[in-house]
Nanobody, 116 residues
């Protein structure tokens, strides 16, 4: 079955950086659009970024543009999210998601907390 193993979350001070990774299995990763979706306490899910199969098309939520970079390594079946200049409002559970005109299959998430 589909499996997503997210890692890289943690506690970081404002202005700091983190790199999230998602090791995917159980499907043809190289044929799937992928996304990072986050959910903060008391809020609905937000698609942070989406990447196409080859990695040559990406899009970002306005809230993270210029600070976050999504990428993928199809040879390793792994999705990444480089997060720079983190802000307290980036605090959320970050999910690796298989995307097909919307979120379809979700990982368990990795917690990112931005606080001084």
């Amino acid at each position: 079955q589909l499996q997503f193993v997210e890692s890289g979350g943690g506690l970081v001070q404002p202005g700091g950086s983190l790199r999230l990774s998602c090791a995917a299995s159980g499907f043809t990763f190289s044929s799937a659009f992928m996304s990072w979706v986050r959910q903060a306490p008391g809020k609905g899910p937000e698609s942070v970024s989406v990447i196409n199969t080859d990695g040559d098309y990406t899009r970002y939520a306005d809230s993270v543009k210029g600070r976050f970079t999504i990428s993928r390594d199809n040879a390793k079946n792994t999705l990444y999210l480089q997060m720079n200049n983190l802000k307290p409002e980036d605090t959320a559970l970050y999910y690796c998601v298989k995307w097909n005109y919307g979120p379809r299959d979700w990982g368990h998430g990795t917690q990112v907390t931005v606080s001084s």
